[in-house]
């Protein structure tokens, strides 16, 4: 039990989550250490969502909103973390949810499945083994992809990734949108749309700003996206890492 005047409560709480999600076999061991990752960055940025990560996040709302076939790829960490979002986004977006992992278990992919079942989910891509394709290029178990979802994808979210795929995806013609607190990351590099927050503070942001981007006209969000480089973003965001004393 966390008291919850502890100076670190959140963090603490985030914590709780991750190794429950790994004794219940969600979790990939390498994800509590990723978490952790993801925790010094956090520290870094002030644990707050910084004025380019608010731009990334408006960017990746327009561009799922114009999207033909919209997918939302989930792994361990992000099931741990933040499964209910994932479908409240998808419901929002009319986008399909994917499981889709580095270190792939049978296990694992049924665990996953009740979390995101339990969370509201309906249709989950990406589990059955025998109706699976392969993403040409990736030599990990990530290059799995169902083919109505990943695999037909115009556009996917790829959250926590570790960088194998999110290039070839890109090269596929896919647009990639990643959540990183790392932007020296592979992934924060490679991808068209890259958002350097933590998991759990931009989804709420993206739901929010999907649903009010959904009431604009297409040339509104055609011209947001026109008005966005990510490169440049990308090197804003890093500027935001400030090492005080
Ligand atoms: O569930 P699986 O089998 O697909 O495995 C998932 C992990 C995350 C273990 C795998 O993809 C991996 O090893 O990833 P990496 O290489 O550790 O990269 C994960 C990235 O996510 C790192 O750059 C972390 O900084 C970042 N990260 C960690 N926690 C968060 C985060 N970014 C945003 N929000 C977080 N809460």
């Known amino acids: 039990m966390i008291p919850k005047n502890h100076p670190r409560y959140q963090s603490l709480l985030l914590r709780h989550k991750i190794v429950k999600a790994y ?11 990723a978490h952790g990752r993801g925790e010094a960055f956090d520290y870094l940025i002030g644990e707050k969502t910084s ?15 114009l999207s033909q076939n919209p997918v939302l790829s989930v792994n361990g960490n992000t099931a ?7 479908v409240e986004l998808s419901e929002v977006l009319d986008a399909k949810i994917e499981i889709n992992l580095f270190y792939r ?3 694992r992919i049924k665990a996953i499945e009740k979390v995101l079942i339990g969370a509201g ?3 989950i891509y990406g589990t059955d083994t025998t109706n699976l394709k392969f993403i040409d290029g990736i030599e990990s178990p990530r290059a799995t992809a169902s083919p109505q979802g990943i695999f037909d994808a115009d556009v996917v979210l790829v959250p926590l990734e570790d960088g194998d795929r999110a290039e070839i995806l890109v090269q596929s013609g896919k647009n990639i949108i990643t959540i990183d607190l790392n ?3 592979r992934t924060s590099k490679m991808s068209s749309i890259s958002i350097m927050d933590n998991i759990v503070r931009t989804l709420p942001l993206l739901i929010n700003e999907s649903l009010s981007l959904k009431k604009e006209s297409k040339n509104t969000l055609k011209n947001i996206l026109i008005n966005f480089n990510n490169e440049k973003n990308l090197k804003e965001s890093l500027k935001t890492i400030e090492i005080k004393k």
């Open 23 to 33: 004794k219940n076999g969600i979790l990939a061991d390498s994800g509590m250490i």
């Open 183 to 185: 932007p020296l990351s």
């Open 80 to 86: 741990a973390l933040v499964a209910e979002e994932i």
């Open 51 to 65: 004025p380019s990560a608010h731009k990334a996040i408006k960017a990746a709302a327009a561009t799922l909103l």
């Open 105 to 107: 278990t049978e296990e």
């Open 121 to 123: 989910a309906s249709d």
